[in-house]
């Protein structure tokens, strides 16, 4: 069974650029029909998607952060990468990644444990 | 985008049987079979425990069932047990614009 693993830097000051990497292990991130996802969550509320890659492709973003996302993929070290550039304490949440089958179930099966992330200076 | 309507908080007596609700519009809900939905306990990732509005993945029990009318999909756990206690998410694959939305979350407590 495939293994996510999410690691950043737990604190960011305002206006800062976050940078998280998943590490996905025990299977391929080059597996097929599986779009690697980030996911957070807002202290005490939902889930947010905010956008997911293919191993080969563009990103697809959730429109309401995408001026200031960006999601990459290594397949060499079988990472996911994703940068949230001027953040501001609203960034303020766990941030998971996920694996979404699009080909055989369109749901998100794989999850890491999440990672928080709080900005304040 | 904006999110997919989840009840904030139901409760039920153990044995007893809740619904979900989870309202989306014509271009979410209402034109992909493709909701899933997600147990999350406090501290835990979310996990998945229905996917294509009625299926369950390997391992999930039987208590739990789906099903959609229109724009509302809905999930239903019949025989509550304390464990069922959590968090509860549903979404919907929107088509290759907008992708992927979520409820705002249910806090189903087992009274």
């Known amino acids: 069974q495939v293994q996510l693993q999410e690691s950043g830097p737990g604190l960011v000051k305002p206006s800062q650029t976050l940078s998280l990497t998943c590490s996905v292990s025990?299977?391929?991130?080059?597996?097929?029909?599986?779009?690697w996802s980030w996911i957070r969550q807002l202290p005490g509320k939902g889930l947010e998607w905010l956008g997911y890659i293919y191993y080969i492709g563009s990103p697809y973003y959730n429109s309401s952060l995408e001026s200031r996302l960006m999601i990459s993929i290594d397949t060499s070290r079988s990472q996911l990468s994703l940068t949230l550039s001027s953040v501001t304490a609203a960034d303020t949440a766990i941030y998971f990644c996920?694996?979404?089958?699009?080909?055989?179930?369109?749901?998100?099966?794989?999850w890491g444990q999440g990672t928080m992330v709080t900005v304040s200076s | 985008q904006s999110a997919l309507t989840q009840p904030a908080s139901v409760s039920g007596s153990p044995g007893q049987s809740i619904t979900i609700s989870c309202t989306g519009t014509?271009?979410?809900?209402?034109?992909?079979?493709?909701v899933s939905w997600y147990q999350q306990h406090p501290g835990n990732a979310p996990t998945l425990i229905l996917f294509?509005?009625?299926k369950r993945p390997s391992g999930i029990s039987n208590r739990f069932s789906g099903s959609k009318s229109g724009n509302t999909a809905s999930l239903t756990i019949s025989g509550l047990q304390a464990d069922d206690e959590a968090d509860y998410y549903c979404c919907s694959y929107a088509g290759s614009r907008i992708n992927v939305l979520f409820g705002g979350g249910t806090k189903l407590t087992v009274l």
């Open positions: 996920a694996g979404f089958s699009l080909i055989a179930n369109h749901a998100f099966d794989i």
């Open positions: 294509e509005v009625n």
């Open positions: 025990r299977g391929s991130i080059s597996s097929n029909g599986y779009h």
């Open positions: 014509r271009d979410d809900v209402g034109n992909y079979n493709l």
